[in-house]
């Protein structure tokens, strides 16, 4: 499979403990995205990568979320402490290198569900 | 600040009907603008995308969407739908930035 994988699909934790959520996007891809999304709702920007560098980073990404791509590759978020607001959909997405935005591919995501 | 509407929550049609979906966006610059669709319990997929040029886009499946910058619209159309159309059906911005602007999605239920 060439697209976007994303592991583990669902998560279930307790509310207070750590999870740790993981994105390979497709080989050629330098671009890397994360995405919320919620019931009744569209997916939320979260964060965005080129190669290692974080260069965007919405709100929504409190103190309790960090993301990483340590070598240009594979990207994972953490959420420290998980509150039941942090159930939602976990969407990773990638795009080629490009000079303009040409749209990208998603994964199928992580299904967080904090208890 | 940039915006995506999507008016229409949830729509149920029989099959072989015609199909609209309202996007609306808000944006004074140019845009981008794309139709992704989620299947149930599948990822979501790339229907059809405007960069620029003929502002209607033909897409994948028989969809079909017209830019009409006048009206700040996107609107998503199929001539005849099928069950399989049933899906929730999300339009997108891009508005200058690396991100994408989502609306808050439409769920299409097809009656056999």
């Known amino acids: 499979d060439t697209g976007v994988s994303q592991d583990p699909r669902h998560k279930i934790t307790k509310r207070g403990q750590n999870v740790t959520f993981r994105c390979d996007p497709i080989?050629?891809?330098?671009?890397l995205y994360w995405y919320r999304q919620t019931l009744g709702q569209g997916p939320e920007f979260l964060t965005y990568?080129?190669?290692?560098?974080?260069?965007?980073k919405s709100r929504l990404l409190s103190d309790r979320f960090s993301a990483e791509r340590p070598k240009g590759s594979f990207s994972t978020l953490e959420i420290q402490r998980t509150e039941q607001g942090d159930s939602a959909m976990y969407l990773c997405?990638?795009?080629?290198?490009?000079?303009?935005?040409?749209?990208?591919?998603f994964g199928s995501g992580t299904r967080l569900t904090v208890v | 600040a940039q915006s995506v509407s999507q008016h229409n929550h949830h729509v149920i049609l029989s099959e072989a009907a015609s199909l609209e979906l309202g996007c609306n966006y808000s944006?004074?610059?140019?845009?981008?603008l794309f139709w992704y669709v989620q299947y149930p319990g599948q990822h979501l997929q790339l229907l059809l995308k405007?960069?620029?040029?003929?502002?209607l886009v033909k897409g994948i499946k028989g969809f079909e969407a017209e830019f009409i910058k006048s009206k700040f619209s996107f609107n998503l159309r199929k001539p005849s739908v099928q069950w399989s159309d049933t899906a929730e059906y999300f339009c997108?911005?891009?508005?200058?930035?690396?991100?994408?602007?989502f609306g808050t999605g439409t769920r299409l239920t097809i009656i056999p």
């Open positions: 990568f080129q190669n290692e560098a974080q260069l965007e």
């Open positions: 997405a990638s795009s080629p290198p490009s000079t303009g935005f040409y749209g990208y591919t």
């Open positions: 405007y960069f620029s040029g003929d502002p």
């Open positions: 997108a911005g891009h508005f200058g930035n690396e991100k994408l602007t």
């Open positions: 944006y004074g610059g140019t845009v981008n």
């Open positions: 080989s050629e891809h330098n671009r």
